[in-house]
């Protein structure tokens, strides 16, 4: 059975206090993402962060294998 690979990533931005919307936004968007992804059969195998000054970026890793 052949393995499939995908990556998702999202960009989560420093914000000031009041912008925090936007922020819980983008969070809210990698969760769905991810969901979405497991209920279509894939699995979260790995999450890497990349900090930078402007914010965070989650590269998160999903496998599936094809049951042909």
Known sequence: MPQQITTVSTFVPVVEEGEMSRQLRKIAE???DLSTHANN???????????????VMFIDTLTRTDQH
Do not use: I, P
């Open 30 to 32: 990698r969760d769905n």
């Open 41 to 55: 059969g894939w699995t979260l195998t790995h999450t890497a962060t990349v900090t930078g000054t402007e914010g």
